[in-house]
DNA sequence: CTGAAAGCGCTTACAG
DNA sequence: CTGAAAGCGCTTACAG
């Protein structure tokens, strides 16, 4: 095999244009003062070269890194491959680029993939931390630029941008017992996950006399839904059930399916976060809608003002409204289980 | 704010443990001979000043980056999620990273995306090509080690991971016209992509005598399925449709839920790609599943085989097999529409 | 087994 | 407006 041709570097440009590095440099950054002429030959040697700056030696020098980190727990679940796009772009446009890191929602490999991410220098952290996390203050130092995104963690003053988790979820409850459903159920995520504390606290704030809450914690995932409400289908004595997420709200039907049952005549079904595929079947799902892709912007927007050194006096927290939104997947209870 | 601590470097580690900055690079490359004393006085210091080497200054001196660039066309669509997945595991146990790189389909984009990962002079790309794409056998050469994943352009010399798109499509096909269907429609993707092309064949494949398919070209999202679904409803006389991709199929259904129309009652479906939420809902979803994590796997070991200089004498092109898996969504045509 | 020197590609800080 | 010098953090290539 040919050996790769040498790449041309700001040395070959300057030598092509019969200026110095540093001239082609300024060229390059558009910073300081430049001829007209200077210019003109560079841009024409750097057009003529194929010329490409390498990063590496750029970032190393200026010890400034176009690099932002987006530590996410999957990135099969949609609400996160929503957030990368809506991320990514407001960070391109500036010039940034998004390292993705999936972590599983494991804080061994949250851990590692950070460590990873800070072997780049980068310019920013966005982070939705794993359950049982041990990002903590310390390393908020080592990222410099942090946000936190639907996922927060107690006593770290670092912006954040999250839903309405609270409200929006017991709007989700309400739909249910109004509907005339005594025992209801949450399929959550994991227990200390900040959405799993707010979102069981709207649940629990929808609460009255003669209604009967259960509580489920799960691991987030499609199989841990289906388990989940497998159980509450043997033995919870449920009539409706709330989940967590996509995933949980996709296993939830896969268990429902797999008991020949039916939603809504044998048990109702509110999701959290919308997706696609919930308007596209019988019945359609109601679910509470996300603004993921303002959740993203909002949240590439405060890196980008955060790398550019306007650290507001006052720490943001972003708060979007979640809404609710009717499909044909909530009904009364069947007769005498009311 | 105060100023961030400066971080340690080599030479702060080689002082503190009284050895020179080379034989630090040697310890934490492990390469080349370190005395057992050398050694531990050297993780002892690397321990206490909490040193973390820095991946832009080895890769600029080594001229090896450990990046990877993985390009596709919509980390939305489950499929690249997946796909995203699968491969940076075995990348990541290889000590490399992955870039991932979301080009909206678009060859403008894509360009300006491989042009960003070109600047970190990555060790690789795996890439499934945006409809239109400019990448080239000249572009091959900046990326060096370069894997074409589901995607296929003709031409190129490079190694591929696809599945048996025209038997697996054509399969699907089959089992649409096998239940009876005489005109059936394949909502496709963007003409020129070979997987478009390619599932094309296999579904003019399935048709004989009496069999009359119809072929609309999308851009493989849930709104061109949705529309070109619509259009199939209202003028196309057809009883039975393929789904090209998951946010087609999820169109597809769409489309006909807004129809008022049932699956498969009025309208049999096949999708391609399989989905969790496919084997939630009522109907289940007949797809046919593509082995998308082996694929992933299969690229990353290409990649990390390639980065280790072991190039094959023969050009590898890997092929996995679709399988349908068979649930609700297809029954015979309506009395009268046959 | 170890270190002094050099250099990867770039930009900063300085001097003109 | 421009360039010579230095250095970001690391590893290579060499000499001992």
Redesign the interface.
């Known amino acids: 095999?040919p050996a790769?041709?040498k790449?041309a570097t700001v040395h070959d440009v300057a030598e092509a244009a019969g200026v110095s590095s540093q001239t082609v440099s300024r060229v390059l950054n558009e910073r300081g003062y430049v001829s007209e002429d200077a210019r003109r030959r560079v841009v024409e040697a750097v057009e003529r070269l194929g010329y490409?700056?390498?990063?590496?030696?750029r970032?190393?020098r200026s010890t400034r890194?176009p690099m932002v980190g987006l530590a996410v727990s999957d990135?099969?679940n949609?609400f996160y491959?929503?957030l990368?796009?809506a991320i990514?772009k407001p960070l391109?446009d500036a010039g940034l680029?998004?390292?993705?890191l999936?972590c599983d929602d494991d804080p061994e490999l949250e851990a590692a993939q950070l460590?990873?991410l800070?072997?780049?220098?980068p310019a920013g952290l966005v982070l939705s931390p794993a359950t049982g996390t041990r990002f903590s203050a310390r390393q908020v130092?080592t990222f410099?630029n942090v946000v936190l995104v639907s996922r927060t963690i107690a006593g770290l003053d670092v912006p954040t941008v999250v839903t309405n988790e609270t409200e929006a979820f017991g709007q989700a409850a309400e739909e249910l017992f109004a509907a005339g459903h005594r025992r209801v159920a949450a399929v959550l995520g994991p227990e200390g996950v900040s959405t799993t504390r707010l979102r069981e606290a709207g649940f629990r704030q929808a609460v009255s006399a003669g209604r009967e809450p259960v509580v489920r914690y799960t691991e987030g995932t499609?199989a841990a839904g289906r388990a989940a409400m497998r159980e509450l289908l043997d033995t919870g004595g449920v009539t409706a059930v709330l989940g967590f997420n996509v995933?949980v709200t996709?296993?939830i039907?896969?268990a429902v399916?797999e008991a020949g049952l039916?939603v809504p005549e044998d048990v109702s079904v509110v999701g959290f976060t919308d997706?696609?595929?919930m308007?596209?079947?019988?019945?359609?799902v109601t679910a509470v809608s996300q603004p993921v892709e303002e959740m993203g912007r909002l949240a590439g927007e405060l890196i980008v003002a955060m790398t550019r050194g306007g650290?507001p006096r006052e720490t943001p927290h972003l708060v979007v409204p979640g809404a609710l939104v009717r499909r044909e997947s909530v009904g009364p209870p069947r007769e005498g289980t009311r």
Chains 1, 2 share one sequence.
């Open positions: 095999m790769r041709p790449r490409a700056p390498n990063v590496l030696g970032s190393l890194s990135i099969g949609p491959a929503r990368h796009r990514e391109r680029s998004v390292l993705l999936n460590d990873l800070a072997s780049y220098r130092g410099e499609s995933p996709e296993g039907l896969v399916r039916h997706a696609g595929w308007s596209a079947v019988y019945p359609a650290r």
